[in-house]
């Protein structure tokens, strides 16, 4: 069913070259791919009347000069908002609306790996959101793969959006992996790099799974997961990665 292409880069600028620049934000998109990253992750939830943003956290305070929950704010009030908190040489920078990300990694020709992050109670109107910003505008040539944590949010996802790829989010590689990717029709598996082992890796390639690892900021630790047979690796440091040649 997928009619997307799930393949994404090697190494994939974790919420753009976060290690530089705010993380989620269009300074930190253009910086990944100043450095070369064909491929980013970008979080997105949604404001109190349903426009999707990309941001990580519930809560506003670490990343922007607001506070309180995400979701309770309107888009006319996030849009206020300065998303440089923790890189604050780029001041002012916007909290970015998901169709803004999309229109400068289009533009760029970059692949996206967008993990639909909903507050709790959220899922299927983040979900719904993402798609909506997404179905009708991303190129077919570039590569696409919606992921989450959350299964319900990925179960929305494949009702309304079917033909694009999906990834379900873990920690470590759970005992019935293969049945959870069956059940909501996923393409890939990510994980946390540290608790991936060579006979999971195998074995998830042997079923031809695509196979991810975050949050991969050393460079002989990315080269070691390459060689068990890791597709790729998020990173905040794309530039280090690249020039180490990955």
């Known amino acids: ?22 993380e989620n934000t269009l300074a930190a998109i253009t910086l990944a791919a100043d450095h070369g990253a064909k491929s980013v992750e970008i979080d997105a939830m949604i404001s109190r009347d349903g426009i999707a943003y990309l941001h990580h956290d519930d809560g506003l305070e670490r990343c922007t000069n607001g506070e309180g929950y995400l979701c309770s704010y309107s888009a006319e009030q996030l849009d206020s908002l300065d998303a440089s908190t923790l890189h ?42 993402v798609v909506n910003s997404l179905k009708n505008v991303w190129p077919e040539e570039l590569p696409l793969v919606l992921s989450s944590f959350s299964k319900d949010a990925l179960r929305a996802a494949l009702e309304f959006w079917p033909e694009a790829p999906r990834a379900l989010i873990t920690c470590t590689v759970p005992s019935d992996w293969q049945r959870q990717l069956q059940e ?26 695509g196979l991810y690892c975050y949050t991969v900021n050393d460079v002989e630790m990315a080269k070691s997961l390459l060689t068990m047979g890791v597709d790729g690796v998020f990173t905040d440091k794309p530039k280090m990665l690249l020039n180490a040649g990955i």
């Open 1 to 22: 069913m997928e009619f997307f292409n799930s393949q994404l880069s090697r190494v994939i600028a974790h919420r753009g070259a976060s290690a530089d620049a705010p």
């Open 88 to 129: 604050p040489q780029f001041q002012p920078e916007p909290l970015p609306r998901l169709d803004a990300a999309i229109a400068l990694l289009t533009a760029n020709k970059m692949g996206l790996n967008l993990e639909i992050k909903p507050t709790p109670g959220l899922e299927r109107e983040t979900a719904e959101a």
């Open 184 to 209: 909501l029709q996923c393409t890939n598996l990510h994980m946390a790099a540290p608790l991936l082992d060579k006979d999971s890796a195998s074995s998830i390639k042997a079923a031809e799974y």
